[in-house]
């Protein structure tokens, strides 16, 4: 007869030092929990993070008035969209997706404000606009009155003493007259 050869048992690991996550089917993770996770092994411990990660991000993109009615509410969220692509937090791929709804939005936007200029009528639509403006800090209430933080996005007023360049000036470089 042959001699049975004895088998290697495991031993079970300490239950606190074993990952917690519960797959769907009822089955627990056999991995060792992770360092840096109270509970969960590396692998499942970055899923969590990755997931809370989304959430700031999306919580990043939001738009200025909570929907996409303005153009500033869109340039926002292109431009948070290439702070979080240049900081490395999602993948190009996600952001040429994002870049390309954008792109969708855009180009509805006149149809957006036609179709609310025939329901609210023009001032109805300037005043739409205005609410948004005013809600993010963009525009003041009373419009003869322009808030610090429109006047930190627009460009400097132009030194009187400063001489504007020939190009801009109307002439052309190369070309005598």
Same mark, same amino acid.
């Not at 969209?81 to 969708?104: C, D, G, T």
């Not at 025939?118 to 005043?127: M, Q, V």
């Not at 400063?162 to 007259?177: E, F, K």
């Given at each position: 007869? !042959?001699?049975?050869?004895?088998?290697?048992?495991?031993?079970?690991?300490?239950?606190?030092?074993?990952?917690?996550?519960?797959?769907?089917?009822?089955?627990?993770?056999?991995?060792?929990?992770?360092?840096?996770?109270? @509970?969960?092994?590396?692998?499942?411990?970055?899923?969590?993070?990755?997931?809370?990660?989304?959430?700031?991000?999306?919580?990043?993109?939001?738009?200025?008035?909570?929907?996409? @009615?303005?153009?500033?509410?869109?340039?926002?969220?292109?431009? !948070?969209?290439?702070?979080?692509?240049?900081?490395?937090?999602?993948?190009?791929?996600?952001?040429?997706?994002?870049?390309?709804?954008?792109?969708?939005?855009?180009? @509805?936007? !006149?149809?957006?404000?036609?179709?609310?200029?025939?329901?609210?009528?023009?001032?109805?639509?300037?005043?739409?606009?205005?609410?948004?403006?005013?809600?993010?800090?963009?525009?003041?209430?009373?419009?003869?009155?322009?808030?610090?933080?429109?006047?930190?996005?627009?460009?400097?007023?132009?030194?009187?003493?400063?001489?504007?360049?020939?190009?801009?000036?109307?002439?052309?470089?190369?070309?005598?007259?």
């Amino acid at each position: 007869m !042959k001699n049975a050869k004895p088998s290697r048992s495991r031993v079970a690991p300490d239950e606190s030092s074993i990952c917690q996550f519960p797959f769907a089917d009822g089955r627990q993770c056999r991995m060792l929990r992770h360092n840096s996770h109270p @509970t969960l092994c590396h692998f499942h411990a970055r899923e969590e993070q990755q997931l809370l990660e989304l959430d700031r991000i999306g919580a990043e993109l939001q738009s200025l008035s909570g929907d996409f @009615t303005t153009f500033r509410d869109l340039n926002h969220v292109v431009g !948070k969209l290439f702070k979080l692509v240049a900081a490395n937090r999602i993948p190009a791929r996600n952001a040429a997706l994002l870049a390309y709804l954008a792109q969708l939005l855009l180009y @509805t936007q !006149k149809d957006l404000k036609h179709e609310q200029t025939i329901a609210y009528g023009y001032l109805g639509w300037e005043k739409i606009i205005r609410d948004i403006y005013v809600s993010a800090g963009l525009a003041s209430p009373n419009p003869a009155v322009i808030p610090a933080a429109a006047l930190s996005l627009s460009a400097p007023p132009a030194d009187p003493s400063t001489p504007v360049p020939a190009t801009l000036a109307g002439s052309t470089p190369g070309i005598s007259q």
